[in-house]
């Protein structure tokens, strides 16, 4: 069964980093545009990046400077490195994959949600 599987999160302290990943099972993620959102309680999903499956990346300029991705296509993996992490920053984390995508709409698959609080 093809699915993104997701792992990482938890409880950071203001100021602190954490580190998601989201590993493709099933399918080649080299060939995804890998997007990675956020959902805060009360807010709409917020989308944090976009890599395309030619590995150009955009930000949204909440995450801008304090978010970076890494694509590792051997591992079948993409990582986002959060720095600098606030209390704005809680939410729950997904990642998702669009087929031959340059941008990140058309979802072809979900991660199933990572839990960041950012908390003293």
């Known amino acids: 069964q093809a699915q993104l599987v997701q792992s990482g999160g938890g409880l950071v302290q203001p100021g602190g980093s954490l580190r998601l990943s989201c590993t493709a099972s099933?399918?080649?993620?080299?060939?995804?545009?890998i997007g990675w959102f956020r959902e805060a309680p009360g807010k709409e999903r917020e989308r944090l990046s976009c890599?395309?499956?030619?590995?150009?990346?955009t930000y949204a300029d909440s995450v801008k400077g304090r978010f970076s991705i890494v694509r590792d296509n051997a591992k079948e993996t993409v990582y986002l490195q959060m720095n600098s992490l606030n209390s704005e920053d809680t939410a729950v984390y997904f990642c998702s994959a669009t087929f031959l995508g340059n941008v990140c709409n058309l979802i072809d698959y979900w991660g199933q949600g990572n839990q960041v609080t950012v908390s003293a």
């Open positions: 890599t395309s499956y030619t590995d150009d990346t």
């Open positions: 099933g399918f080649s993620l080299g060939d995804y545009a």
